[in-house]
């Protein structure tokens, strides 16, 4: 498609018209393989912010896809692909990351992340999921999820 | 037989003489040689010509892409220093065009290469600086953008 100079009303959701630029203007959100590409490379942080740009961005960043090459992108030599059937089963690569791997990078900026945090992390999952499964069930109500120790520095002194 | 020339023609009537073995950096372009169009002048439909001829540029410069084992450190040290100059003297606009063409010719390396620059464009950037960029327009309403920014909220604490 040849980039041509167009004028064009936008309509916005909340009904504000607004004039498109008379300039040729290269429209990302136009081209889904193209955003697909740029942030399968971001990094968790930049991912994050993202998803909250547009409603299309937010949507692409909800690929779960994205997140699983995230959490493998330093981890040599790559999990079986098996893992990924595992994974999807106890909730997916977003929610792993969201739960267990965001809050330990959020404190832990320069954590190296390899195989055994990955593993790590993966057992937590599996913690997180059965607590909700069984004792949520038994309990007739979610108890707070054990992985806030995640989130809140433990005095083990 | 080993340096055949390839011609390619680009969406706005430029044609371009090249090496095959740069050539065949573009899947598409070896797809359609095994399917037997070798010898003809190769049309490229959704690529201009100032996008192909850039595309081209790297391509030559790439054609011998050391491996992983390689030892020549120099080597790669002046391939790497060759790119980002390459990359820094482009627009955004060029950026883009250029990683459409190469997704659609199936040149592996500069799609990675070209959508990684502009993933290092918008690292660590807000949502409101992204949207400046990219010309996009917030289309959340505030309840749902509240709500979005709630569920992606990197720290606990900021």
Request: proline share 4%.
């Amino acid at each position: 498609m040849s980039s041509e100079k167009r004028v064009g009303m936008v309509e916005k959701s909340n009904n504000k018209r607004q004039r498109v630029n008379q300039v040729p203007v290269f429209s990302i959100n136009d081209h889904h393989d193209v955003l697909v590409e740029i942030l399968r490379r971001l990094d968790g942080s930049s991912l994050c912010s993202a998803a909250c740009v547009c409603r299309l961005w937010s949507a692409v960043a909800r690929n779960d896809s994205i997140w699983e090459e995230l959490c493998f992108r330093q981890v040599s030599p790559r999990p079986s692909l098996s893992l990924r059937s595992v994974v999807s089963a106890l909730g997916g690569y977003r929610c792993l990351y969201f739960l267990c791997i965001r809050p330990v990078l959020a404190r832990l900026p320069k954590l190296l992340w390899t195989r055994d945090q990955l593993q790590l992390s993966l057992s937590l999952y599996c913690v997180h999921y059965y607590e909700r499964l069984y004792v949520g069930a038994w309990l007739g109500d979610a108890p707070p999820s054990s992985l806030i120790f995640l989130r809140k520095p433990v005095n083990v002194v | 037989m080993s340096s055949n020339k390839i011609l390619l023609t680009s969406s706005d009537g430029e044609s371009f003489e090249i090496d095959e073995a740069v050539a065949r950096k573009f899947l598409i372009i070896v797809h359609m040689m095994e399917d037997n169009c070798a010898g003809e002048a190769i049309p490229l439909e959704n690529v201009t010509g100032d996008i192909l001829s850039k595309i081209i540029e790297y391509a030559k410069m790439h054609v011998n892409e050391p491996s992983e084992e390689d030892e020549d450190e120099e080597a790669k040290k002046n391939l790497d220093s060759w790119d980002a100059k390459f990359m820094e003297k482009l627009d955004l606009e060029t950026i883009f065009k250029i990683i459409l063409a190469a997704n659609y010719l199936n040149f592996e390396g500069l799609l990675g290469f070209a959508s990684q620059t502009v993933a290092d464009y918008i690292k660590d950037k807000t949502p409101e600086e992204v949207r400046e960029i990219f010309n996009i327009e917030n289309d959340f309403t505030p309840e749902e953008e509240e709500e979005i920014r709630k569920e992606n909220a990197w720290t606990f604490n900021e």
